[in-house]
């Protein structure tokens, strides 16, 4: 029986959900290929960073959960740095992997401008793992620091965050929320903490619905968060950071959640992107001129009917990989390939511990039963992954 060759390169939110749709026909060979060796659970960082859940819970061990599938799955942890589209090879800095079919599932990173002098040697990137550890850590010890204090000195913490969007309000919130807690908490007299949140549009949450951008503005007031619009940091500092405004302000640390960029792979790829980078995939998510390759999720840009830009989630990175595991079994059959008609199918905006705000489906929430319907998602998406992994783990160890 001659097996579909199937290559997934990136264990994303995009390529996981493809590889759970491919593995199911046994005629699919499928070869996943990351750089890691595990699945980060970005969407979580907010709680990782608060201490809510600790690293073993924002990640999924890659070998184990491949080998919970019908031993038609394999992975390989290996950074990718070219492919050869003309001879379906796929390169790497130890191995050459020979595809019928590719899935390009890289994802972004975070884009530290070279223009912006000292923000790559001094602040926290929070997309890597490795780079929200050391954030998380620093975070700690400088409550900690603040403890130790009380009594003789109280400076207060002063943190910054470069960034009004989605990833940078959910964790000035989150940190707020966790620091009134952590020194509420046994009564510690030396509690001031500054969050400032720097942002270049003239309102937080760009791109999102009108009353859940009000409705956070508020919430983040309550936590005594301060929003600077229309404003871009310029230049950091060990202790500053300066703005384009011209002001100078002091803080302990900054967090950069002002950008993305598509990462080395499709820099260096000699394929169709637009002019911030993105692979632009044709209307089935094929990467225009090359024959059996796909490209999914935040490496990737979609567009609606109406030609405006699909935003970048999990949520939407899932629904292409569906799509893109039936255009490829579609491929195999000798059937039409399906258009794409993603959209996205709700936002949810966590806002400190026990506190969320969303709109799914048209209908508005917020508080408490908003937080519950996202701890719901996640942990709903975590379950599934750890079901896999445990089938993968029982294989392994009673082997
Ligand atoms: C703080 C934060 C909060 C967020 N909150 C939400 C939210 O609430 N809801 C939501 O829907 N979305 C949210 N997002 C966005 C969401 O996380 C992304 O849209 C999603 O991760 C995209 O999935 P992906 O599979 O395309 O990429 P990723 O999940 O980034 O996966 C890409 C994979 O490719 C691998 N890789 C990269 N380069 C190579 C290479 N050269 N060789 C081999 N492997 C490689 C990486 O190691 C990684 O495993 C949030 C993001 C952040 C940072």
Redesign the pocket.
């Known amino acids: 029986m001659s097996k579909n060759k199937i290559i997934v390169?990136?264990?994303?939110?995009?390529?996981l959900r493809t590889i759970e749709k491919l593995a199911k026909n046994p005629k699919n060979e499928i070869t996943l290929?990351?750089?890691?060796p595990y699945?980060?659970m970005?969407?979580e960082?907010?709680d990782l960073i608060a201490s809510e859940e600790d690293f073993a819970q924002v990640t999924v061990d890659l070998y184990t959960f491949c080998t919970g599938f019908n031993d038609n799955v394999s992975f390989y942890k290996?950074?990718?740095?070219s492919i050869d589209f003309s001879n379906k090879k796929v390169i790497t800095s130890i191995n050459r992997f020979k595809y019928d079919y590719l899935v390009l599932?890289?994802?972004?990173r975070t884009k530290f401008m070279s223009n912006v002098i000292g923000l790559r040697e001094h602040a926290y990137g929070?997309?890597a793992l490795h780079r929200a550890m050391y954030f998380k850590q620093k975070f700690e010890m400088s409550l900690f620091r603040r403890v130790d204090e009380s009594g003789t000195s109280c400076h207060a913490l002063n943190i910054i965050i470069a960034g009004g969007g989605?990833?940078g309000v959910?964790?000035a919130a989150q940190m707020a929320s966790f620091s009134l807690e952590f020194y509420s908490h046994n009564h510690f007299i030396c509690r001031k903490l500054n969050i400032v949140i720097i942002n270049s549009g003239d309102h937080i949450l760009k791109g999102i619905d009108e009353k859940l951008v009000q409705k956070s503005n508020k919430r983040l007031k309550d936590l005594e968060i301060v929003i600077k619009n229309n404003r871009k940091v310029v230049e950091v500092t060990k202790n500053s950071v300066k703005l384009s405004c011209g002001e100078v302000m002091h803080m302990d640390f900054i967090i950069f959640a002002g950008g993305v960029e598509p990462?080395?792979?499709i820099y260096d790829l000699n394929i169709e992107k637009n002019e911030r980078g993105y692979v632009v995939s044709n209307k089935y998510l094929e990467i225009p001129n090359q024959k059996n390759a796909f490209v999914?999720?935040?490496?990737t840009s979609i567009y609606n009917e109406a030609n405006e830009a699909i935003a970048?989630?999990?949520?939407t990175?899932e629904q292409m990989a569906e799509l893109c595991a039936k255009n490829i079994n579609n491929l195999i059959n000798n059937k039409p390939l399906e258009v794409h008609k993603i959209k996205s199918r709700g936002v949810?905006i966590a806002l400190g511990r026990s506190y969320a705000v969303s709109k799914i489906f048209n209908m508005y929430f917020s508080g408490y039963i908003a937080y519950i319907m996202k701890k719901a998602v996640e942990r709903l998406y975590a379950k599934k992954l750890d079901n896999r992994s445990r089938i993968g783990s029982n294989k392994i160890f009673n082997n």
């Open positions: 390169i990136g264990g994303g939110y995009a390529g290929l990351d750089k890691n699945h980060f970005q969407t960082v907010y290996q950074d990718v740095t599932a890289v994802g972004s929070i997309k989605l990833s959910e964790i990462n080395h792979l999914i999720g935040d490496c970048p989630t999990a949520d990175a949810l």
